[in-house]
């Protein structure tokens, strides 16, 4: 059974760009979460959706940021125009319901120049 | 809003010793479960605790659940240098996890 997938690993942009980030959970997990760190900090909650639906999005910043888990396909973590600040590793983790155990993904590690 | 505290924030300890990191609540949790994060890797679970009071072991990790389910203890002996890294407690309350921000654990040889 494959593990949490993401894609891409690493990941450059120049300031203003855009960012898409991918997340496929494992099979038979609808439930998808996804969180930020910054070096030497810890986990930040950003968003918690299961297919089709955004549950909890009180951890994302109301601009630039948004996030999708379509009925097929990987979800997506998008950051719009992004800036220096937006420069850290971006953890995906799935669950088979909630309150069960997280299984994280490698993580997207975004670079801003 | 539900906020989980973890101290120390840095453990350094030689290798062989003893350590405890700890995990405080603000609110009642339904559970609480413990993840180790390796330098430059991702976040793995390690165990669930659901009873008040609820005892895990792990080879030397052991693990406890307090009586009112507002804390919780990690508890590593003879420490390793394979223990390095971050350890982080996640309390659930309703649906959602919580993450505390970590213990950061370095060993001496």
């Known amino acids: 059974n494959a593990g949490v997938m993401q894609n891409p690993r690493h990941l450059v942009r120049r300031r203003g760009q855009e960012a898409r980030l991918r997340c496929s959970p494992m099979?038979?997990?609808?439930?998808v979460y996804w969180y930020r760190q910054l070096p030497e900090e810890g986990l930040k909650f950003m968003v918690y959706?299961?297919?089709?639906?955004?549950?909890?999005e009180s951890g994302m910043p109301k601009e630039r940021f948004s996030a999708e888990f379509p009925k097929e396909g990987p979800s997506i973590l998008r950051i719009q125009q992004v800036v220096r600040g937006d420069s850290a590793a971006y953890f995906c983790?799935?669950?088979?319901?909630?309150?069960?155990?997280?299984?994280f993904g490698p993580g997207t590690r975004l670079t801003v120049t | 809003g539900q906020q989980v505290m973890q101290i120390p924030q840095y453990q350094h300890v030689q290798e062989g010793e003893d350590f405890t990191t700890y995990c405080n609540s603000s609110t009642t949790l339904s559970n609480i479960q413990w993840y180790k994060q390796r330098p430059g890797g991702h976040p793995v679970f390690l165990i669930q605790?659901?009873?008040?009071?609820e005892v895990k072991k792990q080879k030397r990790l052991t693990f406890q659940f307090g009586e009112a389910k507002k804390n919780s203890s990690l508890h590593i002996t003879a420490t390793q240098t394979t223990d390095v890294g971050t350890y982080f407690c996640a309390g659930v309350a309703d649906y959602k996890l919580s993450f505390g921000a970590g213990t950061t654990v370095t060993v001496r040889a």
């Open positions: 099979k038979g997990h609808s439930h």
């Open positions: 605790l659901v009873k008040s009071g």
């Open positions: 959706l299961q297919k089709e639906n955004i549950i909890d």
């Open positions: 983790a799935s669950s088979p319901s909630s309150a069960y155990e997280q299984y």
